[in-house]
C-alpha cells in the first residue's frame, strides 16, 4: 500500500509526524478515512479520535475539533487540542460531561444550546470509545 505523510499538530506540540497508510478522522459531517491519492480535501473536525494506521501499527489521539487540509500526498491535522489516547485524561474529560451536562440543563432553547448538546454527545463518545467499561 502506497504510504503518505501526516502531520499531526496542536497549539501545544507536534503530536505526530510520519509516512501511514491511512487515516481515519473524526469530520463534522460524518468521520472520514483517507489513503494516499484521496482527492484535496479540507475538513472541519469535531472532538473524537484520530487514528493512524501504517502497516500494523495503530496510533490513536484524542482531539477536541480542529481542521484537516490533504493536498499534494500531504495530511495536515490542526487540532484545537489534542493528546495521544494514552496520555489522556479520562477524568478530566468525565468531570467536563459532568459540568456540560449541568449546564445544559441552564439554557433557554435555540442555536447555543444546539451546540452546547452537540458538543457533549462528541465528549461523551470519546468517553466512550476510551472506557466502555465505565461508559454512561
Keep these: 500500500m502506497t504510504r503518505f505523510q ?14 501511514v497508510d491511512q487515516v481515519d478522522l473524526p469530520g463534522i459531517e460524518g468521520d472520514l478515512g483517507v489513503l494516499a491519492g484521496h482527492a484535496p480535501i479540507v475538513v472541519m473536525l469535531r472532538p473524537g479520535i484520530v487514528t493512524t494506521v501504517a502497516g500494523d501499527i495503530r496510533d490513536r489521539f484524542v482531539i477536541l475539533g480542529g481542521l484537516a487540509e490533504f493536498s499534494q500526498g500531504e495530511l495536515t ?13 479520562l477524568t478530566r474529560l468525565k468531570a467536563q460531561i459532568d459540568e456540560m451536562q449541568e449546564s445544559l440543563a441552564k439554557q433557554s432553547v435555540g442555536d447555543e444550546l444546539d451546540r452546547a448538546v452537540a458538543k457533549f454527545d462528541h465528549f461523551k463518545a470519546i468517553h466512550t470509545a476510551l472506557a466502555p467499561a465505565t461508559a454512561f
Design 6 to 19: 501526516v502531520s499531526l499538530v496542536s497549539p501545544e506540540s507536534l503530536l505526530f509526524s510520519g509516512q
Design 77 to 89: 491535522i490542526l487540532a484545537d487540542s489534542a493528546s495521544s489516547v494514552d496520555g489522556f485524561d
